[in-house]
């Protein structure tokens, strides 16, 4: 899978690369993530829910960032472990341009693989998944640098609270054992 888009953030070149960059704002920007926090220079340990069609799983996995060039640009790195569900694994290149004192044009190109009950769902539903996942994460970090993050992200929480309790409550106490048992940290390299 392969994905290419851009977004104009109304913040600066340097604050969006500091935002980019702090845990806290990511937190809140990604969709169903539970936590991320600093692993080492430039890495980031994430753990994190999401649903592909039929397949929902918790990931745990890894980002590392590499051929940092701050402000402009860098690329993560990232593979993650959703036991059954399968695996993720590829990396996205990030360019930051500046389009004058409070904008900045942000382009990423990902590359993506998926194993396991991911990949026998279909690219179509992979691919889709991947794009509502994208743009659910801008439009709410877009929130969160502009100053509208604190409602943003109660609402982001709220939401997919709600959501993994409607599936627990729908799948029983039998699919929650198996839910929990799905969850496997990758080796760390």
Do not use: H
């Amino acid at each position: 899978m392969e994905l290419t888009e851009s977004y104009t953030l109304p913040i600066s070149q340097q604050r969006t690369w500091e935002a980019l960059n702090d845990t806290a704002v990511l937190r809140a920007s990604i969709p169903g993530c539970e936590s991320i926090e600093a692993d080492g220079e430039n890495a980031f340990a994430l753990s994190m829910s999401a649903s592909v069609g039929p397949v929902k799983a918790r990931f745990k996995g890894r980002m590392l960032l590499t051929d940092i060039d701050a402000p402009q640009t860098y690329t993560i790195v990232f593979e993650g472990q959703g036991g059954v569900a399968g695996f993720g694994k590829g990396s996205a290149r990030v360019v930051l341009e500046s389009e004058g004192a409070e904008a900045t044009k942000l382009t990423y190109t990902a590359s993506a693989q998926v194993g396991g009950k991911l990949a026998q769902i279909g690219s179509r539903l992979v691919d889709g998944a991947a794009r509502k996942l994208a743009g659910e994460f801008f439009k709410r970090f877009i929130a969160q640098v502009s100053g509208d993050g604190d409602a943003a992200a109660e609402t982001a929480a709220a939401a997919d609270t709600a959501s993994n309790d409607d599936a627990d409550a729908a799948s029983g106490d039998d699919q929650t054992k198996r839910k929990k048992s799905w969850t496997a940290w990758i080796s760390k390299s």
